[in-house]
């Protein structure tokens, strides 16, 4: 068992008004001396079996295809245990 | 002349679709996601709505339900598919159509009559306009923010294949007030306003979404 986890991100020129609201709210709260809020997802993902070289292959594809759109997001993936 | 309009879990505006395919001269056909069955249809609607809950992205699932691989085979082949709303998000995430379609800049959902030019009057949905003609449409949407990279709006415009254009402010933040794209071949268009909420005037701002219905039966009947 190996679990995986595929962060997706907005590419940094791509506005992102989610990160944004919460930049907004923050403020708010009390919270002070935050300059940028980005928000992105996490993806885990528990493999059956190793994490090969090959089955990670087959998470970047996964990522690529469906978990992001490269048009307006980029991913990372990494292994966790 | 038989258009098909897609119902996917969670489309919204399915029946108004059909409503205003009929309105336009054709056969309005019920088309369902979970089918690999295009019944034989001479163009396809994608319709507004929130397919598959916008679950993950806009758009992104209902990309892979069973009849997206027939709609687009059909749409590589030349049949003319028209994404409205929501069906431009899927059309944009199913690669037929080149960007994508983000939050709205100010956050909010709008809902809204809006004044769009029709830039090109070339494509299968919109010869029924003249060039540079403006209409007033229903826009309603919370992620109709059009966005892609530089040399790809460079050659959209460069090619005309920007197929309409806010007029009046920019209401949702898109990159160069974009409302509508066409693929390279003009039988794909994605329109993020609502043709098929302006076809009569009991209800709606007017009847000028109904050329993007009458369009595609006289390219059909040319074709």
């Known amino acids: 068992m190996a679990r995986v986890v595929v962060d997706v ?46 089955r990670l292959a087959q998470v970047h594809e996964m990522a690529a295809t469906l978990l992001s759109n490269p048009v307006i997001e980029d991913y990372a993936v990494r292994v966790l245990s | ?95 037929l159509l080149p960007g994508a379609l983000i939050r709205n800049d100010h956050r909010k959902f709008g809902c809204l009559d809006q004044t769009v030019r029709i830039e090109s009057a070339t494509t299968a949905w919109t010869s029924a306009y003249a060039p540079d003609q403006e209409v007033t449409i229903v826009l309603k949407n919370g992620e109709g923010s059009y966005v892609a990279d530089l040399d790809t709006l460079d050659r959209l415009e460069g090619e005309g294949q920007v197929v309409a254009r806010y007029v009046g402010g920019n209401p949702n933040g898109s990159q160069r007030a974009i409302a509508g794209v066409s ?10 306003p609502h043709p098929e909420h302006a076809v009569e005037d009991l209800c709606g701002p007017g009847t000028d979404g109904l050329g993007f219905f009458t369009s595609v039966v006289a390219s059909l009947a040319s074709a």
Not at chain 1, 30 to 36: D, K, N, R
Request: charged fraction near 20%.
């Open chain 2, 1 to 95: 002349m038989r258009v098909g309009v897609v119902t996917f879990p969670g489309s919204l505006d399915d029946v108004d679709a059909r409503r205003a395919v009929r309105l336009g001269g054709a056969e309005a056909v019920p088309l369902w996601h979970g089918d690999h069955d295009l019944k034989g249809v001479d163009a396809v609607v994608l319709p507004g709505g929130f397919s598959y809950g916008d679950y993950l992205r806009c758009g992104a699932i209902a990309r892979f339900a069973p009849v997206m691989t027939e709609v687009v085979a059909a749409a590589q082949g030349g049949m003319p598919v028209l994404g409205i709303c929501n069906g431009f998000q899927i059309l944009c995430e199913s690669h």
């Open chain 1, 9 to 54: 991100m907005p590419k940094p020129e791509i506005l992102d008004p989610q990160g944004k609201a919460v930049q907004g709210a923050l403020p708010r709260l009390g919270f002070t001396g935050v300059s940028e809020v980005r928000q992105g997802k996490r993806f885990e993902l528990e493999l059956e079996g190793e994490a090969t070289d090959e």
């Open chain 2, 183 to 192: 693929n390279a071949a003009g039988n794909v268009v994605g329109l993020m």
